[in-house]
């Protein structure tokens, strides 16, 4: 039955019997029964959650006994060190109890999704040995008051009683997305999520070091700044561990890992593959991984190899391609604004162009796959600039062919805007130090205006420089549809001895 329907069903029954009984009609009967029928269905019900709770430690078990270990994580070096020191607490409980340290109750994971969260909590338990039982914040989220809280006491116990069922002497209790239930408590309406997150609350002040099976609370988000302080305060969570996405040599032990059961060709190079695939999390990797395996499977081959790499990181990072048909005319718009990209790109980061590709694929009907040399945490104005310029090089090598733009630069033009929003929250523009929110509208639009025309000047004067490129690069493009980046450079530097 669906929720809503339940509520009309409560405010309808009470008004239809005070209108029989208005009528002169004997009501009592009526309720008796009733009485009856609602004692049945509660009955029903509680067997009812009694299977919903045992559905839900079937589901706990299904993680079965923690094997995980660390070495099967890739990269995160520091959270992984951070994390074995804390859990040394664990283990060498008794030493820190007679020193008069208070146990450590609760150890905050946080980072991006996919980075490898539910992998650490998971070996935390083997490092440990302990139990583990997993759970996620949204199972805990419920319409009636007191279930959620319920479910985190049933939680509790089922760590305690397994822990001693498998004769461990302590539990890890894993909560992933803590932030559905541990959000900040604004007052009033939210009665349901405050149970909850007291239930969690009083749960974890329950944690004694003396009590055996010890209860460890890892708890993981990606939305830490949420989170109610109350959980944050020292004595629960007080133990925060960021994981973040992996840099280039993380990214190459996470592909390690998971080549290992697939057969790679002895020309496929890691290292490069790790490089492209900048900014991918350890999910996504695991997904480049097994996308290429299946793209080898498909060429009935036996080992993976480059190209099959090349694909998958292309379709984790675009998604799949479409089957959407265009037309010549519309084709070679978008090849003359994927030109555009890719030679703004060549020409301010040499020999950074990866691929350009003609093959719809998710939202986009083109792409230039950029290859960063190195991981960069920092960008000075100059390098914010040129990122603008690529992103407007596809607009503006539209305006040069066709005297007008399209609708295939929005996301470019998002992008741009975007980079000027971060120049002026860092200082970096005219309008000073100072917050977006110190300033008008009409400043901030002046500002944004000003930054992005003298931008797009310069990338159009850039470009007609290089027209040859596109004479020269264009049918090509159009009938192969994909180049790599040595093969545009080749056509870079060939285009030079056409004709001006
Ligand atoms: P979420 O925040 O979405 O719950 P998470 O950070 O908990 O994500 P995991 O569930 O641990 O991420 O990772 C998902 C999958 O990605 C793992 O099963 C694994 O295959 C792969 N993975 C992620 N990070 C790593 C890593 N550091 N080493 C190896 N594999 C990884």
């Known amino acids: 039955m669906p929720k809503w329907s339940k509520e009309v069903l409560i405010g309808f029954v009470p008004v239809l019997l005070i209108f029989l009984a208005f009528l002169g009609i004997n009501i009592v009967p009526v309720i008796v029964a009733g009485a009856m029928v609602g004692a049945l269905l509660v009955i029903t019900h509680m067997r009812g959650g009694i299977a919903v709770n045992a559905g839900a430690e079937k589901k706990r078990k299904k993680n079965g006994p923690a094997r995980l270990t660390f070495e099967e994580i890739g990269g995160q070096d520091n959270a992984k060190q951070e994390l074995r020191e804390a859990l040394d607490f664990l283990i060498r409980h008794e030493e820190i109890s007679k020193f008069g340290i208070r146990p450590l109750k609760g150890i905050l994971l946080t980072g991006p999704p996919g980075t490898g969260k539910t992998l650490m909590a998971k070996a935390a338990a083997h490092y440990t040995n302990s139990v583990f039982v997993a759970a996620s914040g949204s199972e805990f989220v419920e319409m009636y008051v007191g279930v959620g809280a319920g479910r985190i006491r049933d939680l509790f116990k089922d760590a305690r009683n397994r822990a001693v069922k498998e004769s461990k002497e302590s539990a890890i209790i894993f909560i992933d997305e803590i932030d559905v239930i541990g959000g900040k408590r604004e007052g009033g309406q939210q009665r349901e999520y405050d149970q909850t997150l007291n239930q969690l609350l009083t749960e974890m002040d329950g944690i004694y070091n003396s009590e055996t099976p010890r209860i460890l609370l890892i708890a993981a988000t990606n939305r830490k700044e949420m989170l109610d302080p109350a959980l944050l305060r020292p004595g629960r969570f007080d133990r925060h561990i960021q994981v973040d996405m992996p840099d280039k040599k993380g990214r190459r032990s996470i592909l390690e890992l998971h080549a290992k059961n697939k057969p790679l060709h002895p020309d496929v190079i890691l290292d490069k593959v790790a490089e492209e695939a900048y900014g991918f999390s350890g999910a996504q990797l695991e997904s480049v991984m097994n996308e290429a395996a299946i793209y080898m499977m498909r060429d009935n081959l036996t ?6 790499l090349a694909m998958a990181i292309d379709k984790v990072m675009m998604g799949e391609k479409t089957d959407r048909e265009t037309n010549q005319e519309e084709k070679k718009r978008v090849a003359i604004h994927e030109l555009g990209h890719a030679i703004m790109a060549e020409l301010l980061r040499p020999g950074s162009v990866s691929q350009v590709t003609l093959t719809p694929r998710g939202q986009a009907l083109g792409y230039v796959r950029h290859n960063p040399q190195q991981d960069q945490y920092l960008y000075t104005k100059d390098y914010l600039e040129e990122q603008i310029m690529i992103a407007l090089g596809g607009a503006a090598a539209e305006e040069m062919h066709y005297g007008g733009r399209s609708t295939g630069s929005r996301g470019d033009f998002d992008q741009a805007l975007g980079i000027v929003e971060m120049m002026m929250k860092s200082g970096l523009t005219s309008l000073g130090i100072a917050k977006l929110e110190m300033v008008t509208t009409e400043e901030l ?48 530097r060939d285009s030079v001895l056409l004709p001006a």
């Open 303 to 308: 080992q993976v190899e480059d190209r099959h």
């Open 445 to 492: 639009m002046k500002e944004n205006s000003k930054i992005l025309d003298e931008l797009m000047e310069r990338t159009r004067s850039l470009l007609e420089n290089k027209r040859n490129v596109f004479e020269y690069s264009l049918d090509i493009l159009m009938k192969e549809e994909v180049l790599s980046g040595e093969q545009f450079r080749c056509q870079f």
